[in-house]
């Protein structure tokens, strides 16, 4: 008899979310791990967003082109980390380093006069900061769990953890708002340096999991070795170069990652997909943002505004991901399940320009973004837990941040002009509807490149 049948409950469990037994406490605890990175942005995410307003709303795009310059120059930096040092070190040492940072900008912003154009400058400095921290603290997570999980474990198990990081963004938001006027802002930072160490804890207690879960079932394991081609890496998958792979320098150049992308027509497609999404992700944050702006005339509604629409959000991901993402995977595939996203943006930006109304803005976003974190982010995860780990952490590194940015700069810059052009919310939707098709083709061809990438199992 085995463990489901004599416990009712762990049954359920099982069931209900597809995670085995045996997988329960490594999954628990990369639940944890995702949950206070994200804490910790969430508690600097409203803060970033205030002194970036406070430098003036006119200079935000701005701020992203310098972001996507410091993501660039940092890449080879945390390449160059990844090369020489084991998985459990560096990651602890960027994290670590993001923690120190903070320090600094909790002593500067501490004894600068307020008001200041001093303040405003360390402001502007604290938003292209914070961007980073964001991409990078995430990027480092989910290259952990590629390494970590195996292929067919993460197409099971990626949403499921996702859910600690949609609470985890839950806890940020709350603690910033709960705590603005008990404490000053400054002081804020100090939750999220605490939180950043909590992960700290979780990456030395996953690394300690990851020989175990190296030997469990079929599928490409955690610290597989993939030849540099993708089409060998296709041929001979789930051999392990160590019994803990976390254990062994990943090698190599810092510049390795932006050459492997620029030379894998795979990696190239991730690239694509990428730009894609956070291109219509400007459009229609520029056309949230007018609809609320016209609707609503008094700016002090706007807070409670987007306060329900991020409640909505949180809550269609919270049940997605619980119920239904895992199930969606097992019964579709990575391809189409990849394309559902992809496919509701063209199916969103056709209804926006059909009928360009506040209500139809509001359900699209909410409906995007929840499908985004829920259902896309999980399945883009996926795409790189067929590759050897130094695609993994460097090529993904690159992608996740520079490309990531390079797809908001995109969308920001040709949103604006195109605005200033005399272009409204219908013809910039019109603009969107060739780009969500163009996105739902990559979508499909990259999750039937994976299948086979992966030896073609289900």
Known sequence: MNRESQNPLLGAVVRITGVRPEEAATVLLSAAYFFLVLSAYYVLRPIRDSMGVAGGPENLHWLFTATAAVMLLLHPVFAAIVARWTRRRFVAVTYRFFMLCLIVFFLVLNALPEGGQAEIWVGRSFFVWTSVFNLF??????????????????????????????????????ITAFFTGIFSEHALLWFSILLLEGAVFCVKGLDRRAKALASGGPGGGPGAVEPDSDAAAASQPGRDEARNPGEKVIGGSPLEGIARVLRSPYLLGICVFLILFTTGSAYLYGMVLSAVDLTFPDDTLHPAIFARMDLAVNILTLLTQLFLTGRIVKRLGVAVTLALLPLLSVVGFLALAVAPVFAVVVVFNVLRR????AVAVPMR?????????????????????????????????????????????????????????????????????????????G
Not at 139 to 163: C, H, K, N, P
Not at 425 to 435: D, E, R
């Open 137 to 174: 603290v995430v990027s480092v997570f989910w290259s952990f769990m590629t390494d970590l999980y195996r292929e067919r474990q993460s197409r099971r198990l990626f949403a499921l953890i996702g859910v600690g990081g949609t609470m985890g963004a839950i806890l940020g938001s709350s």
């Open 381 to 457: 995860e996926v795409l790189y837990t067929v590759l050897p780990r130094n695609d993994k952490y460097k090529a993904k590194n690159f992608n996740d941040t520079f490309m990531y940015r390079t797809g908001d700069l995109v969308g920001i810059w040709s949103f604006g002009e195109l605005g200033k052009a005399g272009l409204g919310t219908s013809a910039l939707a019109w603009v969107m509807v060739p780009v969500a098709g163009l996105w739902v083709m990559v979508s499909v061809w990259l999750g039937r490149r994976q299948k086979v990438l992966a030896g073609g199992s």
């Open 370 to 373: 929840a499908g985004n974190f």
